[in-house]
C-alpha cells in the first residue's frame, strides 16, 4: 500500500513538472500504478482519481474506459461482483456512446460482464450481453470469440434452468462449427454439465470423459479439466459410488491447484462442493467445516470461534454463499437442531432479496423466485412439524408469511413500485417493455427472423437498461411488508368469508385456511403423486364431450378432488376465497363435487358452487390491499372484432354485443372498429372493459395473446396500458392460461391487464363455447344491472345457467358453466357509494316533508 502512495506521488510531482502531460497519460499511469500493486484499498483511491478525470477527446475515452475495465476485474477479483458489474457497465455505455474503436471491449469488457450478469442470476442481461458480442464475432469472422459467446450462452441457458436449449446449442456447435480439440473439450464439458442435470447419467459420463482426454493435454485448460473432473465427482456420488467420486475430486483438486487464477470466488466453490460431497456421504462434521472455509474465504469479518453463522450484514448477493447456507441448514436438519436450520434459510432470503434488487428483467425476477421455493417448502415444513411438537401458533403464521412471499412477487412488485416510480423511470421501463415485446414478435417469425434486427433491439434494450440503473442508482429498494394477519382474519369477518391458500411444492402440497380468527395448517399428499387425480380433474375440461361422455368417472373424480384440497365444509361463511399455486390455477374449484352421487341430471349434482360464492386472488396481498373504483357510473368499453366472413367468426358474439348494450351505456367497438389502437385511445374511459373475442395460452415458445381486429396481442404488450378501470371481462378462450411459474402464477392475457392496473378480472380456463359464453355474459350483467357486486353476480350467473330450464341438460355441463373464474374485491365501492346516495336522499326527503309541515303549522298559526 505504502508503494502505491509512493508512485502516486512521484507521478503527480512529474505531472507538476511536466506541464505537458495529457489527460490520456495520466490517465494510463493512474491505471498503470493501481495494476502494479491491486487491493481493496487502493480500488477506494482509483475510485477518487476517477471522478477527477473530465476527458473531452476520444483518446480520453478510450482510456477511461480501459481503466473501468481493469478495476471492474479487479473488483471482481476482491468479491465486489456488483461494483465489477457497475464498472463494466460503464465502460461498454461509454465505448457505446463515444462510438470508440481499437479496444478489444469483447475480450476485456462484455465477455465478462455477460459471466457476473450469470453468476448474479440476472440472466437477461446476459443473455442480450452474450448475443452483442456474437453477433460481433460474426461479422467480423472470429472463430474463437464467436465459441466463446456459444460456451457462455450455454452457461445461461444452464443456470436459469433451459438444459433443453443449452444441450441443442452445445450438441449443434460440435456437429456444425470447426472447433479445436481443446474447444470440442471444453463445450463436450458443457454438454455434459446438462446432461448431469437433467440425469441422463450414461450421455452425462461419456462426454465428460471424452472431454478430460481431449483437455488433459492442454496444460493451459487446468480450470476446464478440473470442472470436467468435479461433474464427474458429482455423478457417481449421484450414483452412491463414493471411491470414484472421492477419487475424481481429488484429480479436480490437483488440477485447480495448477490454474493461475484463483479468485475467492472459485476457491469457496471448490470448498463448497467438497461439503456437499462430505454430507452426501453422511459426514456432517467435516461438511461443516469446509462451509467454515466458504464463509472464511468470502466474508474477511468472518469469525467461527463460536460456530455462529455469518452476521447478516455482511452478506451480500453471491450464489455460493446461498448454496452454502443452505447445506447448513440441511446439516443443522440431519442434527436436529431445527430452528438452526431456520436461521440459515433465513440468511438465504435475505441473499435471494439481494439478487432481486439488481434485477431489471421480469423473466429473471421469476427465476430467483422459482429458486426461492424449496427453500420455502422445507421451511414450511419445519415450522409444521414444530408447532406438531409445541402448538405454538406463532410457528403457522410464519409459515403462512413465507408461503405469501413466494405468491406473484414479481407483480406485486411491480404495482408497489408504479406507485412511487419517476416519470423518466417509468418511461425508461415502458421503452424496455417495447424492446421487449419487440424481440418476441420478430423471434415469433422463426426461420425468417431478421437477426439483424434483433441485435440493434437488444442494443437498445442495454442502453435502456443501464439508463435505469442509473435514474435508479440511489434510492433504496422498496419492500412489500408482511401481511398483517390480524387484519386478514378482520377482513374474512366483515366479508363472512373463509379464505384458503395453497402451497404446491416439490415434494409436497400445504394448504393454509383462515377463518374465525384461527390459521390452520395442512400437510396434503405428495404432491407428484396427487397431481395425477387433479389433472384427470382439469382433463374433464379439454373437451365439451368428456364429462358428458362419462357422468360417473366426473363425478367420482371430482369429489375426490375435492376431498384431496381438504375445503371447508359449508357453515355460517357463505363466501370462500382461493389463493391458488402451481397446477391448481388451471383448476375450476366451483365444479368441484363436493357430494358423490348417480345422477347423470347436472343441475342436480352437488357443487362447491352450491355450498360457497366462490372468488380468487392472487395472493392474500391483493385481498387486503383493495382499491377504492375509480368510476361510480357503470359504462362499458365494448371490444367485439366478431371477424364476420371469417374462419374466426364469431356468431354469438353478436347476440353477447346486444344483451350488453341493452344492460349498460357505453361505447361499443365493432368489426374493423374493434382495433388495439382504438382500444388503447379508450380504455381508460370507462368502468368495465369487455372483450369478446379470441385469445390463445401459447405454448413453452410461443407467449399468450388476445386478437383484435387489426393484430394479435401478446400478454406483455398489454403492461404498458396503464388503466384503472372497476372491472376487466375477458370473453374469449383460454385467458387465464398461460405458461406457469409456480412461484408467479400462469403468464397470461390476464396477467398482462393485471400489470396494467386491473384489480379485478373475469376470464376463462379453457377454450369456451361461443353459444353458452354468451349466455352466461347475459346471467352476469343482469345481476350487475341488479345492485349485486361482481363476485356475486359471477355466482348467481352460474346459477341461473344451471337452472335455466331452456338449456338442454348436456349444455349444463361444467364444462360450458364453470370456465369463467373471477379475481377480485367482494363487494364493490360503487354499491357502497349508491347506498350511501340513497340514504342521503332519504334522510334529505324526510327533511324536506318535516320543513315544508314545520312551515304550514306556522302560516297556519298565523
Same mark, same amino acid.
Given at each position: 500500500?505504502?508503494?502505491?502512495?509512493?508512485?502516486?506521488?512521484?507521478?503527480?510531482?512529474?505531472?507538476?513538472?511536466?506541464?505537458? %502531460?495529457?489527460?490520456?497519460?495520466?490517465?494510463?499511469?493512474?491505471?498503470?500504478?493501481?495494476?502494479?500493486?491491486?487491493?481493496?484499498?487502493?480500488?477506494?483511491?482509483?475510485?477518487?482519481?476517477?471522478?477527477?478525470?473530465?476527458? *473531452?477527446?476520444?483518446?480520453?475515452?478510450?482510456?477511461?474506459?480501459?481503466?473501468?475495465?481493469?478495476?471492474?476485474?479487479?473488483?471482481?477479483?476482491?468479491?465486489?461482483?456488483?461494483?465489477?458489474?457497475?464498472?463494466?457497465?460503464?465502460?461498454?455505455?461509454?465505448?457505446?456512446?463515444?462510438?470508440?474503436?481499437?479496444?478489444?471491449?469483447?475480450?476485456?469488457?462484455?465477455?465478462?460482464?455477460?459471466?457476473?450478469?450469470?453468476?448474479?442470476?440476472?440472466?437477461?442481461?446476459?443473455?442480450?450481453?452474450?448475443?452483442?458480442?456474437?453477433?460481433? #464475432?460474426?461479422?467480423?469472422?472470429?472463430?474463437?470469440?464467436?465459441?466463446?459467446?456459444?460456451?457462455?450462452?450455454?452457461?445461461?441457458?444452464?443456470?436459469?434452468?433451459?438444459?433443453?436449449?443449452?444441450?441443442?446449442?452445445?450438441?449443434?456447435?460440435?456437429?456444425?462449427?470447426?472447433?479445436?480439440?481443446?474447444?470440442?473439450?471444453?463445450?463436450?464439458?458443457?454438454?455434459?454439465?446438462?446432461?448431469?442435470?437433467?440425469?441422463?447419467?450414461?450421455?452425462?459420463?461419456?462426454?465428460?470423459?471424452?472431454?478430460?482426454?481431449?483437455?488433459?493435454?492442454?496444460?493451459?485448460?487446468?480450470?476446464?479439466? &478440473?470442472?470436467?473432473?468435479?461433474?464427474? &465427482?458429482?455423478?457417481?456420488?449421484?450414483?452412491?459410488?463414493?471411491?470414484?467420486?472421492?477419487?475424481?475430486?481429488?484429480?479436480?483438486?490437483?488440477?485447480?491447484?495448477?490454474?493461475?487464477?484463483?479468485?475467492?470466488?472459485?476457491?469457496?466453490?471448490?470448498?463448497?462442493?467438497?461439503?456437499?460431497?462430505?454430507?452426501?456421504?453422511?459426514?456432517?462434521?467435516?461438511?461443516?467445516?469446509?462451509?467454515?472455509?466458504?464463509?472464511?474465504?468470502?466474508?474477511?469479518?468472518?469469525?467461527?470461534?463460536?460456530?455462529?453463522?455469518?452476521?447478516?450484514?455482511?452478506?451480500?448477493?453471491?450464489? %455460493?454463499?446461498?448454496?452454502?447456507?443452505?447445506?447448513?441448514?440441511?446439516?443443522?436438519?440431519?442434527?436436529?437442531?431445527?430452528?438452526?436450520?431456520?436461521?440459515?434459510?433465513?440468511?438465504?432470503?435475505?441473499?435471494?432479496?439481494?439478487?432481486?434488487?439488481?434485477?431489471?428483467?421480469?423473466?429473471?425476477?421469476?427465476?430467483?423466485?422459482?429458486?426461492?421455493?424449496?427453500?420455502?417448502?422445507?421451511?414450511?415444513?419445519?415450522?409444521?412439524?414444530?408447532?406438531?411438537?409445541?402448538?405454538?401458533?406463532?410457528?403457522?403464521?410464519?409459515?403462512?408469511?413465507?408461503?405469501?412471499?413466494?405468491?406473484?412477487?414479481?407483480?406485486?412488485?411491480?404495482?408497489?413500485?408504479?406507485?412511487?416510480?419517476?416519470?423518466?423511470?417509468?418511461?425508461?421501463?415502458?421503452?424496455?417493455?417495447?424492446?421487449?415485446?419487440?424481440? *418476441?414478435?420478430?423471434?415469433?417469425?422463426?426461420?425468417?427472423?431478421?437477426?439483424?434486427?434483433?441485435?440493434?433491439?437488444?442494443?437498445?434494450?442495454?442502453?435502456?437498461?443501464?439508463?435505469?440503473?442509473?435514474?435508479?442508482?440511489?434510492?433504496?429498494?422498496?419492500?412489500?411488508?408482511?401481511?398483517?394477519?390480524?387484519?386478514?382474519?378482520?377482513?374474512?369477518?366483515?366479508?363472512?368469508?373463509?379464505?384458503?391458500?395453497?402451497?404446491?411444492?416439490?415434494?409436497?402440497?400445504?394448504?393454509?385456511?383462515?377463518?374465525?380468527?384461527?390459521?390452520?395448517?395442512?400437510?396434503?399428499?405428495?404432491?407428484?403423486?396427487?397431481?395425477?387425480?387433479?389433472?384427470?380433474?382439469? #382433463?374433464?375440461?379439454?373437451?365439451?364431450?368428456?364429462?358428458?361422455?362419462?357422468?360417473?368417472?366426473?363425478?367420482?373424480?371430482?369429489?375426490?378432488?375435492?376431498?384431496?384440497?381438504?375445503?371447508?365444509?359449508?357453515?355460517?361463511?357463505?363466501?370462500?376465497?382461493?389463493?391458488?399455486?402451481?397446477?391448481?390455477?388451471?383448476?375450476?374449484?366451483?365444479?368441484?363435487?363436493?357430494?358423490?352421487?348417480?345422477?347423470?341430471?347436472?343441475?342436480?349434482?352437488?357443487?362447491?358452487?352450491?355450498?360457497?360464492? %366462490?372468488?380468487?386472488?392472487?395472493?392474500?396481498?391483493?385481498?387486503?390491499?383493495?382499491?377504492?373504483?375509480?368510476?361510480?357510473?357503470?359504462?362499458?368499453?365494448?371490444?367485439?372484432?366478431?371477424?364476420?366472413?371469417?374462419?374466426?367468426?364469431?356468431?354469438?358474439?353478436?347476440?353477447?354485443?346486444?344483451?350488453?348494450?341493452?344492460?349498460?351505456?357505453?361505447?361499443?367497438?365493432?368489426?374493423?372498429? #374493434?382495433?388495439?389502437?382504438?382500444?388503447?385511445?379508450?380504455?381508460?374511459?370507462?368502468?368495465?372493459?369487455?372483450?369478446?373475442?379470441?385469445?390463445?395460452?401459447?405454448?413453452?415458445?410461443?407467449?399468450?395473446? *388476445?386478437?383484435?381486429?387489426?393484430?394479435?396481442?401478446?400478454?406483455?404488450?398489454?403492461?404498458?396500458?396503464?388503466?384503472?378501470?372497476?372491472? %376487466?371481462?375477458?370473453?374469449?378462450?383460454?385467458?387465464?392460461?398461460?405458461?406457469?411459474?409456480?412461484?408467479?402464477?400462469?403468464?397470461?392475457?390476464?396477467?398482462?391487464?393485471?400489470? #396494467?392496473?386491473?384489480?379485478?378480472?373475469?376470464?376463462?380456463?379453457?377454450?369456451?363455447?361461443?353459444?353458452?359464453?354468451?349466455?352466461?355474459?347475459?346471467?352476469?350483467?343482469?345481476?350487475?344491472?341488479?345492485?349485486?357486486?361482481?363476485?356475486?353476480?359471477?355466482?348467481?350467473?352460474?346459477?341461473?345457467?344451471?337452472?335455466?330450464?331452456?338449456?338442454?341438460?348436456?349444455?349444463?355441463?361444467?364444462?360450458?358453466?364453470?370456465?369463467?373464474?373471477?379475481?377480485?374485491?367482494?363487494?364493490?365501492?360503487?354499491?357502497?357509494?349508491?347506498?350511501?346516495?340513497?340514504?342521503?336522499?332519504?334522510?334529505?326527503?324526510?327533511?324536506?316533508?318535516?320543513?315544508?309541515?314545520?312551515?304550514?303549522?306556522?302560516?297556519?298559526?298565523?
Amino acid at each position: 500500500m505504502k508503494y502505491y502512495f509512493l508512485l502516486l506521488l512521484i507521478t503527480q510531482i512529474a505531472f507538476s513538472q511536466n506541464a505537458k %502531460v495529457t489527460l490520456e497519460e495520466k490517465i494510463y499511469n493512474t491505471v498503470d500504478l493501481f495494476v502494479a500493486n491491486p487491493s481493496v484499498e487502493s480500488l477506494k483511491k482509483l475510485e477518487i482519481s476517477e471522478k477527477s478525470f473530465k476527458p *473531452i477527446s476520444k483518446a480520453e475515452f478510450l482510456a477511461l474506459v480501459i481503466l473501468d475495465c481493469n478495476k471492474a476485474y479487479y473488483e471482481n477479483q476482491f468479491g465486489l461482483s456488483n461494483k465489477a458489474i457497475s464498472s463494466y457497465e460503464k465502460a461498454w455505455k461509454l465505448f457505446q456512446d463515444q462510438k470508440l474503436k481499437n479496444y478489444d471491449i469483447t475480450e476485456y469488457c462484455l465477455k465478462p460482464l455477460g459471466n457476473l450478469y450469470t453468476i448474479i442470476g440476472d440472466y437477461d442481461n446476459a443473455e442480450n450481453t452474450i448475443k452483442q458480442y456474437f453477433f460481433i #464475432a460474426t461479422i467480423e469472422a472470429n472463430q474463437q470469440q464467436k465459441i466463446a459467446a456459444i460456451l457462455n450462452l450455454s452457461n445461461v441457458y444452464q443456470s436459469s434452468g433451459k438444459s433443453d436449449l443449452a444441450m441443442n446449442l452445445l450438441e449443434r456447435t460440435i456437429k456444425t462449427e470447426k472447433i479445436s480439440t481443446t474447444q470440442k473439450g471444453i463445450l463436450l464439458n458443457n454438454l455434459g454439465t446438462n446432461y448431469l442435470i437433467t440425469k441422463s447419467y450414461v450421455k452425462a459420463k461419456k462426454a465428460l470423459e471424452t472431454a478430460t482426454k481431449l483437455l488433459e493435454n492442454d496444460k493451459s485448460q487446468s480450470q476446464n479439466l &478440473s470442472n470436467a473432473y468435479r461433474n464427474l &465427482s458429482q455423478i457417481y456420488s449421484q450414483e452412491l459410488n463414493f471411491v470414484l467420486a472421492n477419487s475424481y475430486f481429488e484429480k479436480a483438486r490437483d488440477e485447480f491447484a495448477k490454474t493461475k487464477n484463483k479468485e475467492p470466488r472459485k476457491v469457496a466453490k471448490l470448498f463448497y462442493e467438497k461439503a456437499l460431497l462430505l454430507y452426501e456421504q453422511g459426514n456432517y462434521k467435516l461438511s461443516n467445516a469446509f462451509l467454515v472455509a466458504v464463509f472464511e474465504t468470502l466474508l474477511p469479518n468472518y469469525s467461527n470461534k463460536k460456530a455462529d453463522l455469518p452476521n447478516q450484514n455482511s452478506l451480500y448477493a453471491e450464489t %455460493v454463499l446461498l448454496d452454502a447456507l443452505d447445506l447448513q441448514a440441511e446439516i443443522s436438519l440431519k442434527e436436529n437442531k431445527p430452528l438452526k436450520a431456520l436461521d440459515a434459510y433465513t440468511l438465504s432470503f435475505y441473499i435471494e432479496e439481494l439478487f432481486q434488487t439488481l434485477l431489471v428483467y421480469e423473466n429473471s425476477k421469476i427465476i430467483i423466485q422459482i429458486r426461492n421455493r424449496t427453500r420455502t417448502e422445507k421451511c414450511i415444513e419445519i415450522y409444521n412439524s414444530l408447532y406438531k411438537k409445541e402448538k405454538k401458533v406463532s410457528y403457522l403464521e410464519r409459515a403462512f408469511q413465507l408461503s405469501e412471499q413466494t405468491k406473484s412477487t414479481v407483480l406485486k412488485n411491480y404495482i408497489f413500485r408504479s406507485k412511487t416510480v419517476s416519470a423518466s423511470e417509468k418511461h425508461i421501463l415502458q421503452e424496455l417493455q417495447n424492446c421487449n415485446n419487440s424481440i *418476441i414478435k420478430e423471434q415469433q417469425k422463426l426461420e425468417l427472423a431478421d437477426v439483424s434486427k434483433i441485435n440493434t433491439i437488444i442494443k437498445k434494450q442495454n442502453e435502456l437498461m443501464l439508463l435505469l440503473k442509473s435514474e435508479s442508482k440511489n434510492k433504496s429498494e422498496n419492500t412489500i411488508a408482511k401481511i398483517d394477519i390480524s387484519a386478514v382474519f378482520s377482513k374474512l369477518k366483515k366479508d363472512k368469508a373463509i379464505l384458503v391458500s395453497y402451497f404446491s411444492g416439490a415434494e409436497n402440497r400445504y394448504s393454509f385456511t383462515l377463518e374465525n380468527n384461527q390459521i390452520q395448517l395442512q400437510k396434503l399428499e405428495n404432491a407428484n403423486n396427487s397431481s395425477s387425480i387433479i389433472r384427470k380433474f382439469i #382433463a374433464f375440461f379439454t373437451d365439451a364431450n368428456r364429462i358428458t361422455n362419462d357422468v360417473n368417472r366426473y363425478n367420482t373424480t371430482g369429489n375426490l378432488t375435492y376431498q384431496y384440497l381438504k375445503l371447508p365444509k359449508k357453515i355460517k361463511a357463505k363466501n370462500l376465497i382461493i389463493i391458488p399455486d402451481g397446477i391448481l390455477n388451471f383448476l375450476p374449484f366451483e365444479a368441484l363435487i363436493t357430494q358423490k352421487s348417480n345422477t347423470s341430471n347436472f343441475s342436480k349434482m352437488h357443487y362447491l358452487l352450491n355450498d360457497f360464492k %366462490v372468488g380468487y386472488n392472487n395472493s392474500v396481498s391483493f385481498y387486503l390491499d383493495e382499491k377504492p373504483f375509480q368510476n361510480h357510473k357503470e359504462s362499458v368499453l365494448g371490444i367485439f372484432p366478431v371477424f364476420e366472413n371469417s374462419s374466426l367468426e364469431l356468431t354469438f358474439s353478436k347476440k353477447e354485443l346486444e344483451n350488453l348494450k341493452a344492460n349498460f351505456e357505453g361505447k361499443y367497438l365493432e368489426n374493423n372498429q #374493434a382495433t388495439f389502437a382504438n382500444f388503447k385511445a379508450n380504455a381508460s374511459n370507462f368502468s368495465i372493459l369487455h372483450l369478446s373475442t379470441h385469445a390463445s395460452s401459447g405454448d413453452i415458445i410461443e407467449p399468450a395473446s *388476445i386478437r383484435f381486429y387489426d393484430q394479435e396481442i401478446v400478454y406483455s404488450e398489454l403492461y404498458n396500458l396503464n388503466i384503472k378501470p372497476n372491472l %376487466v371481462v375477458l370473453s374469449a378462450c383460454e385467458t387465464g392460461l398461460g405458461k406457469l411459474y409456480k412461484s408467479e402464477g400462469t403468464m397470461s392475457v390476464a396477467r398482462g391487464f393485471q400489470f #396494467a392496473g386491473a384489480q379485478n378480472l373475469l376470464f376463462s380456463l379453457w377454450k369456451v363455447n361461443d353459444y353458452t359464453t354468451s349466455v352466461f355474459m347475459d346471467n352476469f350483467y343482469k345481476n350487475i344491472k341488479k345492485g349485486n357486486s361482481y363476485f356475486e353476480s359471477n355466482h348467481e350467473a352460474k346459477l341461473d345457467f344451471i337452472n335455466d330450464k331452456t338449456i338442454p341438460n348436456t349444455k349444463k355441463s361444467p364444462y360450458y358453466w364453470s370456465a369463467m373464474v373471477y379475481y377480485g374485491t367482494l363487494e364493490n365501492s360503487v354499491q357502497k357509494n349508491y347506498f350511501t346516495y340513497i340514504i342521503l336522499a332519504i334522510v334529505g326527503i324526510v327533511g324536506l316533508f318535516l320543513l315544508l309541515k314545520t312551515i304550514k303549522k306556522w302560516k297556519i298559526s298565523k
